[in-house]
């Protein structure tokens, strides 16, 4: 009662425009009070309209009054700025929407401070005092204030619930170990508690250690990347200058072609005109020659004519031969040839350095570690659409179904020559190259008993060409294949041959880890059964290879 008589004071002696303590009061002729300041901006807005009206009755004044201090509520004021330092504290302490309300509290319950879970009551700071001062509330279990207190309370027996069934999981009270629960494995909640707590630390314990395994992860993947950005800022820079020196070089290179073929165009020029010159000369010395012995040939006098001819008809020796001979209208085209044969040779080792930059660069796996797939639907997650490249297929293999499916017919077919094509062995690679996860399945169809087919995988540099195990799935490192026979499995790679047991089916799943160096074949039916692993470092991109005796059949199934 003393507080809300505290709370009633401070409301009363309230500035209703600022909603503080009043402050040097004053009393408007209507009888309500305000802070001086306030009443008095509140009436300046008003100056143009000539007219003043009280914020609290909206009665009018004219004119604006004259406002005087009331000294009786400003004593009362003061005093209760002295003695209602506590009620505004207790302000503070009224519960709003998102707090838990004292539940003893009556009218406009305080916050409560703590939760009793033997009274099953949350209590405020001054309700809460009986806690601490009688005797047999000091053995109460306090805890900081919940809601979900009558969650305690048993909805069969309305019992606290203090023990727990194991068999069902779930807290009980007492009368319910004795009934429905009866036989059950019960404990004691608190012996539960324990237990589980210190589960609850083993498992916190785990998170931590995770945690700072992974922290340490983070730091050594941005090491990684700062490596990463460092050594490709040096190699951009270091190409760079070479570039510049290439391209300097190529312009110098450019300059004396330039200037040696303008060198030489200036010499031929000048030594064909010069020719032509001294051919036109001649050519003027013939026509004088011939309107001489012209005029000679019109001559009528006999005698004259003859003794003029002697010393007109002899003509001089030509400097020249009577024929020039004109090389073939090529010229210069040696030296665009030469050129063009350089660039030429530039491409390639342009092309051949930048597959080899390509394949030295090396890749990053910064992808957290995940579980190997156990189950098909795990399997499918990866699963890649594979064709095949027919400018790698045996002349005996025919490619159809989108150069999904291959099947050896055992005559040559009609194909162009290609260097990446297999020569002797029937065999087969993909299109796509194959690098992270990837699944993919092969079906087997067709082919008698004793036909193999080898689902392989290979490197793209493995030869193509003879009998040589060098281009043989499985006879060498750069590839690896599962042997299936009607009647089992084998597994081959660098000559060595593991036999393989499992479950024989049509159809083989392939599961590759490029990172992780993991290479899996599974028999695949109603479940997957793992007919072999491979463990090992993959230097290059994998392609996908399939080798087929003759009549055999196979395809890269749809997923």
Same mark, same amino acid.
């Given at each position: 009662?003393?507080?809300?008589?505290?709370?009633?004071?401070?409301?009363?002696? $309230?500035?209703?425009?600022?909603?503080?303590?009043?402050?040097?009061?004053?009393?408007?002729?209507?009888?309500?009070?305000?802070?001086?300041?306030?009443?008095?901006?509140?009436?300046?807005?008003?100056?143009?309209?000539?007219? &003043?009206?009280?914020?609290?009755?909206?009665?009018?004044?004219?004119?604006?009054?004259?406002?005087?201090? /009331?000294?009786?509520?400003?004593?009362?004021?003061? %005093?209760?700025?002295?003695?209602?330092?506590?009620?505004?504290?207790?302000?503070?302490?009224?519960?709003?929407?998102? +707090?838990?309300?004292?539940?003893?509290?009556?009218?406009?319950?305080?916050?409560?401070?703590?939760?009793?879970?033997?009274?099953?009551? #949350?209590?405020?700071?001054?309700?809460?005092?009986?806690?601490?001062? *009688?005797?047999?509330?000091?053995?109460?279990?306090? =805890?900081?204030?919940?809601?979900?207190?009558?969650?305690?309370?048993?909805?069969?027996?309305?019992?606290?619930?203090?023990?727990?069934?194991?068999?069902?999981?779930?807290?009980?009270?007492?009368?319910?170990?004795?009934?429905?629960?009866?036989?059950?494995?019960?404990?004691?909640?608190?012996?539960?508690?324990?237990?589980?707590?210190?589960?609850?630390?083993?498992?916190?314990?785990?998170? @931590?250690?995770?945690?700072?395994?992974?922290?340490?992860?983070?730091?050594?993947?941005?090491?990684?990347?700062?490596?990463? /950005?460092?050594?490709?800022?040096?190699? =951009?820079?270091?190409?760079?200058?070479?570039?510049?020196?290439?391209?300097?070089?190529?312009?110098?290179?450019?300059?004396?072609?330039? @200037? %040696?073929?303008?060198?030489?165009?200036?010499?031929? *020029?000048?030594?064909?005109?010069?020719?032509?010159?001294?051919?036109?000369?001649?050519?003027?010395?013939?026509?004088?020659?011939?309107?001489?012995?012209?005029?000679?040939?019109?001559?009528?006098?006999? /005698?004259?004519?003859?003794? /003029?001819?002697? $010393?007109? !008809?002899?003509?001089?020796?030509?400097?020249?031969?009577?024929?020039?001979?004109?090389?073939?209208?090529?010229?210069?085209?040696? =030296?665009?040839?030469?050129?063009?044969?350089?660039?030429?040779?530039?491409?390639?080792?342009?092309?051949?350095?930048?597959?080899?930059?390509?394949?030295?660069?090396?890749?990053?796996?910064?992808?957290?570690?995940?579980?190997?797939?156990?189950?098909?639907?795990?399997?499918?997650?990866?699963?890649?659409?594979?064709?095949?490249?027919?400018?790698?297929?045996?002349?005996?293999?025919?490619? $159809?179904?989108?150069?999904?499916? =291959?099947?050896?017919?055992?005559?040559?077919?009609?194909?162009?020559?290609?260097?990446?094509?297999?020569?002797?062995?029937?065999?087969?690679?993909?299109?796509?190259?194959?690098?992270?996860?990837?699944?993919?399945?092969?079906?087997?169809?067709?082919?008698?008993?004793?036909?193999?087919?080898?689902?392989?995988?290979? &490197?793209?540099?493995?030869?193509?060409?003879?009998?040589?195990?060098? $281009?043989?799935?499985?006879?060498?490192?750069?590839?690896?294949?599962?042997?299936?026979?009607?009647?089992?499995?084998?597994?081959?790679?660098?000559?060595?041959?593991?036999?393989? !047991?499992?479950?024989?089916?049509?159809?083989?799943?392939?599961?590759? +880890?490029?990172?992780?160096?993991?290479?899996?074949?599974? #028999?695949?039916?109603?479940?997957?059964?793992?007919?072999?692993?491979?463990?090992?470092?993959?230097?290059?991109?994998?392609?996908?290879?399939?080798?087929?005796?003759?009549?055999?059949?196979?395809?890269?199934? %749809?997923?």
């Amino acid at each position: 009662m003393e507080q809300k008589a505290v709370q009633l004071d401070r409301e009363t002696f $309230s500035c209703s425009i600022c909603l503080d303590l009043l402050k040097d009061p004053v009393t408007t002729p209507c009888g309500h009070s305000y802070c001086k300041n306030c009443i008095n901006d509140h009436w300046d807005t008003e100056d143009e309209k000539r007219i &003043y009206n009280c914020p609290q009755c909206r009665k009018s004044f004219t004119p604006r009054p004259e406002l005087l201090k /009331n000294t009786m509520l400003a004593a009362l004021v003061e %005093q209760l700025k002295k003695t209602g330092l506590q009620a505004a504290a207790a302000d503070l302490c009224y519960a709003g929407a998102e +707090d838990v309300a004292c539940d003893v509290c009556t009218g406009r319950k305080l916050r409560a401070v703590k939760s009793c879970l033997v009274c099953l009551v #949350s209590y405020c700071e001054k309700h809460l005092q009986p806690h601490f001062d *009688v005797a047999q509330f000091k053995k109460h279990k306090l =805890v900081e204030p919940s809601e979900k207190l009558q969650e305690n309370i048993c909805s069969r027996h309305d019992e606290v619930m203090k023990m727990f069934c194991r068999t069902d999981q779930q807290c009980i009270c007492y009368l319910c170990s004795v009934d429905e629960h009866k036989g059950h494995d019960t404990v004691s909640a608190a012996a539960e508690r324990t237990e589980r707590q210190r589960e609850l630390e083993g498992s916190r314990h785990n998170i @931590q250690q995770r945690i700072q395994d992974r922290e340490e992860d983070v730091k050594l993947l941005q090491q990684e990347v700062e490596a990463i /950005n460092g050594s490709a800022d040096k190699a =951009v820079e270091h190409s760079e200058k070479i570039f510049t020196q290439l391209i300097r070089l190529m312009e110098e290179r450019r300059s004396d072609v330039k @200037q %040696q073929v303008r060198s030489q165009q200036e010499t031929e *020029v000048s030594r064909v005109k010069e020719l032509q010159e001294k051919l036109e000369q001649e050519i003027t010395e013939l026509k004088r020659k011939d309107a001489e012995l012209k005029k000679l040939s019109h001559t009528e006098d006999h /005698n004259q004519f003859l003794h /003029n001819y002697p $010393s007109l !008809s002899a003509l001089s020796e030509s400097t020249h031969s009577s024929s020039i001979n004109i090389r073939p209208l090529n010229y210069f085209e040696d =030296v665009t040839a030469a050129v063009s044969e350089l660039r030429d040779k530039l491409q390639d080792v342009l092309s051949q350095k930048q597959t080899n930059v390509s394949l030295t660069v090396t890749e990053v796996d910064v992808s957290l570690p995940e579980p190997e797939p156990k189950t098909r639907a795990d399997f499918l997650r990866y699963s890649r659409e594979i064709t095949l490249d027919p400018n790698t297929a045996h002349r005996w293999l025919i490619l $159809s179904e989108g150069n999904r499916k =291959v099947t050896n017919k055992n005559q040559t077919q009609s194909c162009s020559r290609h260097p990446d094509r297999f020569t002797y062995w029937s065999q087969v690679l993909s299109r796509e190259s194959l690098t992270g996860r990837c699944y993919w399945e092969v079906k087997r169809r067709g082919g008698g008993d004793g036909v193999v087919i080898e689902v392989a995988v290979a &490197y793209k540099n493995i030869s193509r060409a003879g009998k040589s195990d060098e $281009s043989a799935f499985g006879c060498n490192n750069k590839s690896w294949r599962l042997d299936c026979e009607t009647d089992g499995y084998e597994f081959h790679h660098s000559k060595v041959h593991t036999p393989v !047991s499992g479950r024989l089916s049509s159809r083989v799943g392939v599961y590759l +880890d490029h990172s992780a160096g993991i290479l899996s074949f599974y #028999s695949v039916s109603d479940t997957m059964t793992l007919l072999h692993r491979v463990q090992t470092t993959f230097t290059q991109p994998l392609y996908a290879g399939l080798y087929l005796d003759d009549g055999g059949s196979a395809e890269f199934c %749809q997923l």
